[in-house]
């Protein structure tokens, strides 16, 4: 029995220092269909538009810093990004459709977030695929630091 034990909380052990569990609780998704996602912990290989959990930072008070979100990664260092009434462009191909719903709970107007920029040296865009996903195009850019793991949906 102690064995078995001691077994199960080395595998349980491994398993917590390898991948993490995503529960996506939200009514609206930002991955469609995709309620949740097992990020592997050794697996943070950039590929745009692939799914990745990454870390927030100063998105207080709406997150927590630490809250790990789910999003697809659409542009990398050296892209260009662009937010307009049209959608969000992303070295002129349309990644996103319009609409910026979540101007109004931070108390802007969507036309604060218009504009265009090229991605610097340690800077890649994360979005979700809905116009009420809170993602980069509110709050700009994450590190490669913020990016914890590669998710991969399971359900």
Do not use: H
Not at 23 to 32: A, G, L, S, Y
């Amino acid at each position: 029995m102690v064995a078995l034990a001691l077994v199960s909380i080395l595998a349980l052990e491994w398993f917590k220092a390898n991948y993490v569990i995503g529960v996506d609780e939200q009514e609206i998704k930002c991955i469609p269909g995709v309620d949740y996602v097992i990020g592997n912990l050794n697996d943070r290989e950039i590929q745009r538009g692939q799914i990745y959990i990454v870390e927030s930072e100063g998105l207080e008070p709406l997150f927590k810093n630490g809250t790990l979100l789910v999003k697809f990664l659409r542009a990398l260092p050296g892209d260009r990004v662009t937010v307009n009434e049209r959608g969000v462009f992303v070295n002129g191909e349309q990644v996103a459709d319009a609409g910026l719903p979540n101007a109004e709970k931070l108390g802007r107007e969507p036309a604060d977030f218009y504009g265009e920029r090229v991605l610097g040296e340690d800077e890649y865009w994360i979005l979700g695929t809905t116009p009420e996903s809170f993602d980069s195009r509110y709050w700009g850019s994450v590190t490669y630091d913020q990016i914890k793991a590669r998710a991969y949906p399971i359900l």
